[in-house]
């Protein structure tokens, strides 16, 4: 979606249809060829690690059926259309049908088939969901736009969007590894510290991730402003509204990130409790490192549109590639020693790494 805001700026400005519709079918067809390539290699993890993991075969071809349908119903484009149309109200509408959908099958699942995969069932269908009502008002506004679209190669693209194929490299292998980060970790906690301590991760991972979506929602906003002031400027090389913005975004962001912080650490043990029993209230020191972790990726949420923006998504790769191997080196250390707060700790000081990594790229360039 990010390469449709930053190489649809100028078509939009200058009313091409058809050029607006070639960059969608070019970034359409990436997505089509990325969701095929991830079938295969979701298919090579789940029947392939899936028995070193103590997956049965059921289970595998569950997590298989899911990844697939997650994948196939792509909404890239869709995301990058509203956001280039400046259409944030219909992208939440999109974004809120997730919630309503999974708490909908949820119930249904939990009346009609309480198991693994009632529940991977309603996920599923809340993907299928929020990826339709994404092409319906992307249609719906992008039709004045956007003219006839129509499948796009790699060369034409390439030829029409100098640069379109390594920024969204960039951009997806940035995206891939922050998933990583995100999700390695429960593995690794349910090898070393059994299920019940991937349990407690898990639930403090998902109440940290809370913060997360702001941030990401924020992300989306953030990138679309940013591509628009650089647009306005970058061709004097004039870098002051960026900054600016920038400046302000960071602040807000951060004083966010502190008040969050402070309220979980004041009612995050009863937030527990009241949600899940106190069988959980073990998880609470895993919340707090972890949604401390939250708070660092929101306070440098301008970090990363910021630096693709201004054709820097090399610099955002490297950055998280050492953030990986930050993160794998303390597992390596904590996780054995101090179980599931261990990866937390991890997870806490590696997104710390990431975050002064990310503030002196953007201090530095945007000099």
């Not at 309503?100 to 269908?125: E, H, K, Q, S, V």
Request: proline residues 3%; contains cysteine.
């Amino acid at each position: 979606w990010q390469a449709v805001v930053k190489y649809g700026q100028a078509p939009l400005r200058d009313e091409e249809k058809s050029s607006l519709a070639r960059l969608v079918g070019a970034t359409l067809t990436i997505d089509v060829l990325s969701a095929v390539a991830g079938i295969a290699l979701a298919a090579a993890i789940a029947l392939l690690l899936g028995p070193v993991l103590g997956w049965d075969r059921s289970v595998a071809w569950m997590g298989l059926g899911y990844a697939s349908v997650v994948l196939l119903a792509t909404r890239s484009t869709a995301v990058g259309i509203l956001r280039l149309l400046d259409r944030f109200a219909a992208a939440a509408l999109a974004e809120s049908m997730m919630p309503i959908t999974r708490m909908a099958g949820a119930l249904l699942a939990w009346w009609f088939n309480p198991t693994p995969l009632g529940f991977l069932m309603a996920w599923a269908c809340s993907e299928v969901v929020v990826s339709a009502t994404y092409w319906i008002l992307a249609f719906r506004h992008g039709r004045s736009h956007i003219g006839a679209v129509k499948p796009v190669g790699i060369g034409e693209a390439r030829r029409h969007f100098p640069g379109i194929l390594n920024f969204s490299v960039a951009s997806n292998i940035n995206l891939s590894l922050l998933a990583l980060i995100n999700n390695v970790p429960i593995f690794l906690v349910g090898m070393f510290a059994g299920t019940t301590g991937a349990g407690y991760y898990r639930l403090a991972a998902q109440l940290g991730n809370a913060m997360t979506t702001f941030s990401q929602l924020m992300s989306r906003a953030i990138f679309a402003e940013s591509t628009r002031h650089h647009m306005r400027g970058g061709q004097e090389g004039d870098m002051t509204a960026l900054r600016i913005l920038s400046r302000q975004i960071s602040a807000a962001a951060a004083l966010s990130a502190v008040f969050i912080i402070l309220l979980l650490w004041l009612v995050g043990a009863w937030v527990l409790v009241k949600m899940s029993g106190a069988a959980y209230l073990p998880a609470y020191p895993l919340l707090l490192l972890l949604a401390g972790a939250a708070a660092i990726e929101m306070a440098g949420v301008s970090f990363d549109p910021i630096l693709m923006t201004i054709d820097r998504q090399r610099l955002t790769v490297m950055v998280r590639l050492v953030e990986c191997a930050i993160l794998g080196a303390l597992l390596v250390v904590l996780l054995p020693r101090m179980g599931a707060q261990g990866a937390a700790l991890a997870v806490l000081i590696a997104s710390m790494g990431g975050f002064v990594m990310r503030a002196a790229g953007v201090r530095r360039h945007l000099r």
